[in-house]
């Protein structure tokens, strides 16, 4: 886990010593790289999971007028830079409401449990890494454009 507080790795230790639980400290690339699935906010760290070609859900909550707000300035039907480049619902997002406990694990236990899916989604990061590559500055550009309208 990167960027694991004190008290975590303490919590760690009393819960549950045994599991296999590695708790990295300012190296979240190595992680997102060694990791068979993801549960991260959106951001940047999505589209770097997403380059890292780990399987993800994104969870994300923000202040309810904040939220509001946001879905009035922004027209948009996603968050997350994967889904945003992809321009469909490539990674699941669990905002608000939706961002709790059970609904997170539901989404992410089919990444860790199956194959196939974790298989699909690497194949279409790696399409969308290729993409990237080519033109990176205008395809920024033109998406922070469609944003913007």
């Known amino acids: 886990?990167?960027?694991?507080?004190?008290s975590l790795?303490?919590?760690?230790?009393?819960?549950a010593p045994d599991l296999s639980v590695h708790l990295l400290d300012?190296?979240?690339r190595e992680a997102m790289v060694a990791s068979d699935a993801a549960l991260l906010a959106s951001?940047?760290?999505a589209l770097e999971c997403m380059l890292a070609k780990c399987p993800m859900v994104v969870g994300y909550r923000m202040k309810p007028f904040t939220f509001w707000l946001a879905k009035r300035l922004v027209k948009t039907d996603y968050v997350s830079l994967p889904n945003l480049l992809a321009g469909r619902e490539l990674v699941k997002e669990?905002?608000?409401e939706e961002c709790e406990p059970q609904k997170l694990a539901a989404a992410?236990?089919?990444?860790?449990?199956n194959g196939k899916t974790?298989?699909?989604?690497?194949?279409?990061?790696?399409?969308l890494h290729q993409q990237i590559r080519c033109n990176a500055d205008e395809q920024a550009a033109q998406a922070v454009l469609e944003l913007a309208q």
């Open 108 to 113: 992410l236990l089919p990444l860790l449990a």
């Open 94 to 96: 669990l905002l608000q």
């Open 1 to 6: 886990m990167p960027n694991a507080a004190s």
């Open 26 to 28: 300012g190296m979240g």
């Open 118 to 127: 974790s298989h699909a989604m690497h194949d279409t990061f790696r399409e």
């Open 9 to 15: 790795k303490r919590i760690k230790a009393e819960v």
């Open 43 to 45: 951001g940047t760290a």
